[in-house]
């Protein structure tokens, strides 16, 4: 199959596994506030009630985050663990620290466990079909040590988490000893957090799933859905620009790995979630356009002939929707 039917193959299944009433939800919010289309948005940036479209966005996302902290709380002497999953730049690390805020409200919080440190050395990652080490499969962590860790840690038990140095590729030889105390839930903040092999030595019950995507409802000029990959796509570019000091084109050219691992370990799950967060922010379409943009000529010519990185695909349908989006004034 090829890869551009396989990318629309994928979308229809996400959107198949996503609740329907959650995203009718976006969508009558977004036509309440007039930003279901572009020109809609455009009117909002141009008639000077961006900002206040801004606060209102951030309002709907908070209360949405709310909710599913409340779900929590509501089964806070059962749940140990919440994990927090969705696609790259979904929102996940946002979404944390505002759960976080609404879980220490009620005298309760939670506490993260960075998976990064239980990748294998560099020499046991598995690689891809152009012989790279792929960074994106869940096999590149100790998924064993992983399950060991956290059916000690549900047991009250202190556990030694490795360090990993992403200089070298190789854990260090000291360890961090880790525990939860009580009133506090382990968080997984993972990519792959619905991944069954990643946490099979919980118990079901014991675990609080919550899925994230930039679930947008906005349609383009034509009447296009703009697609959720891409949203996600240029806020990834944007994090690793100023974050990572990472070029966006760069980006651009790791996205095939990230989006092939989405599809194999994330999107197959979604159902198995106990609730779905909304991601996507009304307004985060004008503030793309200003700063990453610019690159899209650059990455499209680049990408155009390399059979490694074909992936003018993901920027042929954003192109020509930012090219007609308006830009805001910062």
Known sequence: MKRKETEANFEQLERRNIPKMVVQNVLEWNMAHGVDTVGGLNKR???????????????????????????????????????????????????????????????????????????????????????????????????????????????????????????????????????????QILLIDSLHGLYEKMTHSVPREMKFRLYIETLSQLKDNEGNWV????????????????????????????????????????VPFITTVDFVLNGALPFELPVHKKFMFPYFAQAIGEFKNNPKLALTKYLESTAPLMYHVSECVL
Not at 235 to 248: A, E, F, G, K, N
Not at 249 to 266: A, D, L, N, Q
Request: aromatic content about 10%; glycine content about 6%.
């Open 45 to 183: 940036v141009l008639d000077g009630t961006f900002p206040e479209l801004v606060r209102e966005g951030d309002a709907e996302y908070v209360r949405n985050v709310s909710c599913a902290a409340d779900k929590i709380i509501k089964h806070r002497d059962l749940v140990r663990i919440a994990i927090i999953a969705g696609p790259s730049s979904s929102g996940k690390t946002t979404t944390t620290i505002k759960l976080n805020e609404r879980l220490m409200e009620a005298g309760m919080s939670i506490v993260p466990m960075n998976l990064d440190n239980y990748f294998f050395n560099l020499e046991m990652h598995p690689k891809d079909e152009f012989g790279d080490y792929d960074f994106e499969v869940p096999e590149a962590l100790d998924l064993a040590l992983i399950n060991e860790h956290l059916a000690e840690l549900i047991k009250g038990k202190t556990v030694q988490t490795p360090i990993y140095n992403f200089k070298t590729g190789k854990r260090e030889k000291k360890t961090v000893p880790f525990s939860l105390k009580r009133n």
């Open 227 to 266: 697609r959720w990959t891409d949203t996600r796509l240029l806020r990834r570019m944007v994090r690793d620009s100023w974050h990572r000091s990472y070029d966006p084109v760069r980006t651009i050219g790791h996205w095939h790995y990230v989006r092939k691992s989405e599809m194999r370990y994330i």
